[in-house]
């Protein structure tokens, strides 16, 4: 996808430092992703383009609005990701211009005014960095809870191991913080009230301009400034003091650490009180904006410094809840949600049966298409673009690529395994150099669950062989998936007729291609949540069903919705079914 991450920061924050390693990991998983915002500081993959957010007079706020649809549009921007009021506002107007989806996350308390209340300028999904924002969003700003998804802070949380304790002459006491602002004011104040500089060596680590007000402290206090090596820097201290990454770093690393922000003291993280920790942001979201007894924090620190390492267990709890390969899978789930709710449209799936040359052909039951319709098909599909995915091709789980800017992907499946899809179907694909997947039944060498129908008997169709099969998978178009042994409707069997009926079926293809299956269709699309169990265990990444599962593809592998073809399926009706919001309209009629 081609994302735009948008940020209004004039010096370093913990909001640059999230949207620039999650960007990188998008970046490193093959999306184009562009940056926006008065200043970047931290590395980062991708075009940056300056616009001064924090300039909010009306005019400047029409020129970031115009300069924003100039880019959604130059760029072919897919969605926008928002890191801050001033940016997420113009984003939400550039963004309704243009119908771009959007996401803001939200990574501190929100101001409380009536404009805000009725304006909630997040765009089509706020993702709020813990519970308290989330609840502060939802209690005074009235975002509806359906509109949110806490998504923490994503760390590279292999950057950061656990370390052995430093052996320091004097314990070293080192905050880690902004010099400005709230964070100042709470810097100056443990310094002021709370540390002694005659027992720790006190070290404050920022990326601030050192405010005139720190003068008196700097004699007693060494004041780093910024450093590149964190690992390196939280290693020396023999307790950290700090909100946000700042603690979630230091805990992976193994070193003490007194968490307090903003808000609140949550005090030396341990295994008692890290749920509550995550869910404040490590002291800088709370109920209120300072709720701190600094009287206490003196004795905190010595508890602090009583112990030469958090626990193991603390820092695993820390190392599983922000990891950052975890994190960036939340957020592309997140943006594939918005995404296709917000434009409505979606990667078609269609499902066609089997294929006749002429009126011989024809059946009771309408799961059959001339092959020259099926040729006209094709070509449509060429010449609206399309290029075809299989299952196969999504193997690794990255169902986002399907979402590629500048590509039109569709998945053409084929259930059953008839004779014609090898002698007539393939050849077709085979004209417009497309792919399908083909659902193959081994036990029987007919139709016999159309054919011995009591009630709308069928007339008799061949299927393929294990012969034909391999021939039809090593054409290089065609991806074999399972369809059981004999096509029966899997929620009437029990438990263990499932499981005979997918795993053996399952095994008898493979033994003939040589490798595993990826896909599995239901017969009749019918199937209960133990068919869904089964076809998971049995080392199946996918599923589809018929009319059934989300209208999204990804919000449920195990029953993908499709979309039908029937004979009088021309090829305006092809058209319609494909431009992308078919289902969409569909189920909502």
Sequence with gaps: MNILMALSQLEVTGAEVYATTVGNELTARGHNVFYVSDTLTKPHKGDFFSLRFNKRSVPRRFWHVGYLVYLIKKHNIQLVHAHSRASSWSCHVACKITNTPMVTTVHGRQPVHASRKKFHAMGDKALPVCEAIRDQLHNDLAVPMEQMEVSRNGIETSSFQWLDAPNNTKPVVTIVGRLSGPKGELCYRLLDECLDAGKYDIRVV?????????????????????????????????????????????????????????????????????????????????????????????????????????????????????????????????????????????????????????????GVHGTYLHIDMFDKHMALLKKMGFETLTFEDLQDGRLIRRLEANKRYIMLTVDDGYVDNLELMLPVLRKHDFKAVVYVVTGETFNRWDVENPSNPEKSVPLMNAKQVKQLAESGHIEIGGHTLTHPKLDTLTDEQQRFEIIENKKALEATLGKSLTSFAYPFGEHNQASKQIAKEAGYQYAVATNSGPLAFHQDPYQVRRIAIFPKTDVFGLWRKVRGNYLFRKVKS
């Design 206 to 362: 920022t990326g601030s301009k050192f405010e005139s007000r720190f003068e008196k402290f700097s004699s007693s206090v060494n004041f780093v400034g910024y450093t590149d090596d964190v690992p390196a820097m939280l290693g020396e201290a023999d307790l950290v003091i700090g909100a946000g990454r700042v603690a979630m770093e230091a805990l992976l690393c193994g070193r003490p650490t007194l968490a307090i922000g903003e808000a609140t003291c949550i005090g030396i993280v341990d295994e008692n009180n890290v749920d509550e920790a995550m869910a404040t942001n490590f002291g800088d979201i709370g109920p209120v904006d300072l709720d701190i007894d600094f009287t206490q924090i003196a004795a905190l620190v010595e508890k602090g410094l009583s112990s030469s390492h958090c626990s193991q267990t603390t820092s695993e709890t820390i190392r599983g809840n922000y990891s950052l390969t975890n994190i960036v899978d939340d957020i592309e789930r997140i943006y594939q949600d918005v995404y296709v709710t917000t434009l409505r449209r979606e990667m078609p799936v269609i499902m066609y049966h089997r294929f006749i040359k002429d009126d011989s052909g024809k």
